[in-house]
């Protein structure tokens, strides 16, 4: 498949079927992403891919930070608040997602239900965690930008869906005690991965993206 036709493919997947994607196939997809570009090649990605009984252990444990009505406590600032059209943006792509599962604006419930499933991981078989040295601030958060969309890609070329979730930087102790991650490494964002349920109506959710005259210009 051409990278046009992945890039047109693509979409953010958030229900799984339960086959796990074969080990074998894992890691020659993150092999392959080791190849992304970098700023002066420092390649600051930790990638932590959890599956099986690391995977559920973990998920339990999220779901307890969650629902214990502690604060999020991300290590990196996501504490961003959109305004003019990045706010309106952000509006769309909610109105398409909830509109997607049939949940109304006023059915805040239904709606808090939804976001949980992010530290159920959709119920796909595999989970990553990008993390990086947390002194590495901006420049480091591009590269793992670099890095986790050519990993995107790549999965999707071998028909594996996936979803970007900043939610899953945003309770960083269960993780970081499970896994055994060190303080001076933080917790970017996660992304969930599997083979897509075609039959969910959520995995019909699509977005739209602005014009080119909007985003970009050329100068002779």
Known sequence: MSLNDLLKKRNSVRAF?????????????????????????VQPWQIHVVS???????????????????????EFDWKVRYTGTHRD?????ASALYSS????????????????????FFNAPHAVFFTMEKYLNIMG??????YAQTLALLLSQNGIAS?????LGQFPNPVKELLKIPEDIGILFGM???????EAVVNTTRTDRAAIEDSVVFWD
């Open 163 to 167: 979803c970007f979730q900043g939610a």
């Open 101 to 120: 599962m049939n949940i109304e604006r006023s059915d805040k419930n239904s709606r808090l239900m939804a976001l949980v499933r992010n530290w159920e």
């Open 141 to 146: 958060a591009v590269d793992m930008g670099i």
């Open 192 to 198: 969930s991965f599997g083979y897509p349920d075609k």
């Open 89 to 93: 943006r952000q509006y769309e792509s």
């Open 52 to 74: 099986g009984n690391t995977k559920d252990a973990l998920k339990d444990n999220l779901l307890r930070a969650v629902m214990s009505g502690n604060e999020p406590n991300p």
């Open 17 to 41: 079927i339960e086959k796990p994607v074969p080990d074998e196939l894992i890691k020659s997809i993150f092999t392959l992403a080791q190849l992304s570009p970098s700023n002066c090649n």
